[in-house]
């Protein structure tokens, strides 16, 4: 006895999330998404490249073993 009661206490919480949508605070999401400036990623210089013959910089040359 009694998981009656505890169902429909949780029946009524589950529908007051499912239908409780709260004033959104639309200042303070674009504050959030909009950042005021870049992103961190894309503050990080690229590193330099050794190559003059114009290929792109391969993070895996830094590790990989020198061929002469």
């Not at 169902?7 to 959030?32: G, I």
């Not at 005021?36 to 013959?53: L, N, T, V």
Request: avoid cysteine.
């Amino acid at each position: 006895m009694g998981r009656g009661r505890q169902k429909a206490k949780q029946t009524k919480v589950a529908r007051e999330l499912k239908y409780f949508s709260p004033d959104t605070d639309l200042n303070a999401l674009q504050r959030e998404l909009g950042g005021g400036g870049s992103p961190r990623w894309a503050a990080e210089p690229e590193p330099p490249s050794d190559k003059d013959d114009g290929e792109e910089y391969d993070p895996y040359d830094d590790w990989a073993p020198r061929t002469r």
